[in-house]
């Protein structure tokens, strides 16, 4: 939520505060005092706005909780708060972390494991809770560890409702010492702003062009890894190579057996000498019976070599299966980090094409001749003395904590009315 950040000039003689970060409120008009609103809670006697104060979050998030990515095992860990204990004034809650496969959010849950127990004081309708059930999501802040027999737990606070009436403020006069006010030509800001407008019609185009290529690379880097994912998931044994192994095998085996065949058909009409296959052949037998001897023996020394290699593919196919696996989740987390990488380049370029509309880029180098300038005193204060007909005023305030520029190029108003500048009218091109 911006600071309000006003400045008036009234009419000739006129007067301007300015405020970047934290202003002093040293004067207002109050002009009733009304109910306070669900969000103003009390916690320790301090009173809060829940809505907008930084030390309210989520429990989770103030505990440090938040989902991630695990690179090593390539798994998303997310948590959940689960209710144990309900008391009359706090509540006893286990935090759970679950690792998922494939890494999505609503992917399957691998596991599950209890992490840290925390405690809410004041939880909203904490009498309608019951043990099991998970907690609902609800702003706290963190307060000072709970202690039960020798154990601390880390505690959060709902707060309660304040019940005394607040001031309704219409109006508010903050101090802001040091701030330069310009008067400058209206004619040169405007010049100046056309520019500033070419250039950045140019850098969007091609930002433009650039986030369509982009997109388009996260379009394929998304396929690849749905594809990745897919293959994962399914049985190493659809591999080709897996398939051609096998086949190997069977067509080995088909082999084999047809020689067999052949071996005892040969056998059965020739015979085989004890020692043909260790004595070269004489003379005495015929030639047909030493090229059948000779063909058993070619055959016979086939089927021995059909074994070895049979016994090689059994040992192939145990080591298979992981160097299949172990691929196929190195593709996975090759294409989820190519995507990963694409989605951070979308992200930058949108950052870019944002940056080329903003105030920043419009006037943070903005230095016109000025044909005034004025610097607010320590409670903000400045006079414009016979202000000149086609100026304009400029203006611009850093926030001492998030470093933001704020931008005015505003005209003078007509004579007797007031010029406010504040963060609902900051320069917007």
């Known amino acids: 939520m911006k600071t309000k950040i006003f400045v008036a000039l009234i009419a000739i003689t006129s007067v301007a505060i300015l405020t970047s970060c934290k202003p002093k409120i040293s004067g207002q008009i109050v002009t009733n005092f009304v109910k306070p609103s669900e969000n103003l809670r009390i916690v320790n006697g301090q009173l809060y706005d829940s809505d907008h104060s930084e030390l309210w979050n989520n429990p989770l998030e103030l505990a440090g909780f938040h989902s991630h990515g695990n690179p090593e095992n390539f798994r998303l860990v997310t948590y959940f708060a689960k209710i144990e204990i309900v008391d009359r004034n ?31 004081y004041h939880y909203p309708n904490a009498e309608s809770l019951v043990s099991g059930q998970l907690l609902g999501d609800c702003r706290c802040m963190r307060v000072a560890n709970y202690n039960a027999i020798g154990i601390s737990y880390a505690a959060f606070d709902c707060g309660v409702q304040s019940t005394e009436l607040v001031p309704e403020i219409k109006g ?14 209206a004619k040169e800001a405007d010049g100046f702003l056309q520019k500033k407008k070419v250039e950045s019609d140019q850098q969007s185009e091609l930002i433009t062009a650039d986030i369509e ?41 088909k082999t084999a057996k047809t020689l067999a065949k052949a071996i005892a058909f040969l056998e059965s009409k020739y015979g085989v000498p004890p020692d043909m296959l260790n004595q070269p052949f004489v003379r005495q037998y015929s030639q047909e019976q030493r090229t059948a001897w000779q063909a058993i023996r070619e055959d016979t020394q ?14 192939e196919d145990d080591n298979l299966e992981n ?31 944002k940056s080329v509309h903003s105030p920043s880029f419009y006037l943070s180098d903005f230095s016109p001749a000025a044909l005034e300038i004025l610097q607010t005193d320590a409670t903000g204060k400045f006079t414009i003395h016979n202000p000149k007909a086609g100026t304009k005023v400029f203006a611009k305030v850093k926030s ?16 007797g009315q007031k010029l406010i500048l504040s963060s609902d009218n900051t320069f917007n091109p």
Request: some cysteine; aromatic content about 6%; overall charge negative.
């Open 323 to 353: 160097k299949i696996n172990n691929e196929r989740r190195m593709q996975i987390q090759a294409s989820m980090a190519t995507l990963v990488a694409a989605k951070k380049k979308l992200e930058e370029a949108n950052k870019n094409l």
């Open 400 to 415: 001492d904590e998030t470093s933001e520029e704020f931008f005015w190029l505003a005209d003078l108003p007509p004579k």
């Open 90 to 120: 706090k509540i006893q809650c286990g935090v759970y972390a679950q690792a998922h496969w494939p890494p999505v959010a609503n992917g399957e849950v691998e596991s599950e494991n209890m992490v840290q127990e925390i405690v809410i």
């Open 213 to 253: 290529k982009i997109q388009s690379e996260i379009n394929t880097n998304q396929l690849e890894y749905d594809e990745a994912r897919k293959v994962a998931s399914q049985s190493y044994t659809n591999d080709v190579r897996y398939i051609a192994l096998i086949k190997e095998d069977e067509d080995n085996l």
């Open 172 to 185: 508010a006069i903050v101090k802001a010492g040091g701030v330069q006010i310009l008067l400058v030509d």
């Open 302 to 315: 086939r089927i021995q070599s059909i074994s070895q290699r049979a016994n090689r593919i059994a040992s």
